[in-house]
T-cell receptor
Framework: AQSVTQPDIHITVSEGASLELRCNYS??????LFWYVQSPGQGLQLLLK??????LVQGIKGFEAEFKRSQSSFNLRKPSVHWSDAAEYFC?????????????FGTGTRLTVIP | EPEVTQTPSHQVTQMGQEVILRCVPI?????FYWYRQILGQKVEFLVS????????KSEIFDDQFSVERPDGSNFTLKIRSTKLEDSAMYFC???????????FGDGTRLSIL
């Protein structure tokens, strides 16, 4: 069965520091992987996705993620965090039984950015 | 950029009442989904819908839940007889096809009293 683990519930970083949010997944085939961001009271905004090809994917807002099959990981990174990046970040794997890829989400990592 | 629109933003309902949550998908999208997020918990898949029928549903999506596209544009989630544990944020998501990323609405916060 598909599952996603985000081991860090809450991370605090200083503005300008680098960031890495961890994500491990369990899926029987080649996964579709996603990172979404959720600001308070808002919906989920797609940051980036991995379907196939280059294992380092670039997203919006300066984020990138690297797919490592051997580690079943899809960690999100940003070289320099901005105060506006404070939000909840969700890793998700797509894996429906049919053509529609329902998403399985991790429990999220809440990012706090301090001045 | 086109958006998924959900109404209402907040719904307060007495336990046992029926509730209908509405979603207007992005116009050229063909795949529709409902997810829910209980406060403080992760986002959970409820149901996917394609070609006017349910593609897949989770164990959460029991007989109290139903979905439909009543007029070819709106995509609705109905909860027939609400329970306290149905209190959650409900997200609609749509995709152009099954292999494309899903675009999420801002959600409807459902509060059951």
């Amino acid at each position: 069965a598909q599952s996603v683990t985000q081991p860090d519930i809450h991370i605090t970083v200083s503005e300008g520091a680098s960031l890495e949010l961890r994500c491990n997944y369990s899926y029987g085939a080649t996964p579709y992987l996603f990172w979404y961001v959720q600001s308070p009271g808002q919906g989920l905004q797609l940051l980036l996705k991995y379907f196939s090809g280059d294992t380092l994917v670039q997203g919006i807002k300066g984020f990138e993620a690297e797919f490592k099959r051997s580690q079943s990981s899809f960690n999100l990174r940003k070289p320099s965090v901005h105060w506006s990046d404070a939000a909840e970040y969700f890793c998700a794997v797509g894996g429906g039984q049919t053509g529609a890829n329902n998403l399985f989400f991790g429990t999220g990592t809440r990012l706090t950015v301090i001045p | 950029e086109p958006e998924v629109t959900q109404t209402p933003s907040h719904q307060v309902t007495q336990m046992g009442q029926e509730v209908i949550l509405r979603c207007v998908p992005i116009s050229n999208h063909l795949y529709f989904y409902w997810y829910r997020q209980i406060l403080g918990q992760k986002v959970e898949f409820l149901v996917s819908f394609y070609n006017n029928e349910i593609s897949e549903k989770s164990e959460i999506f029991d007989d109290q839940f139903s979905v439909e596209r009543p007029d070819g544009s709106n995509f609705t989630l109905k909860i027939r007889s609400t329970k306290l544990e149905d209190s959650a944020m409900y997200f609609c998501a749509t995709g152009r096809d099954g292999n494309q990323p899903q675009h999420f609405g801002d959600g409807t916060r459902l509060s059951i009293l």
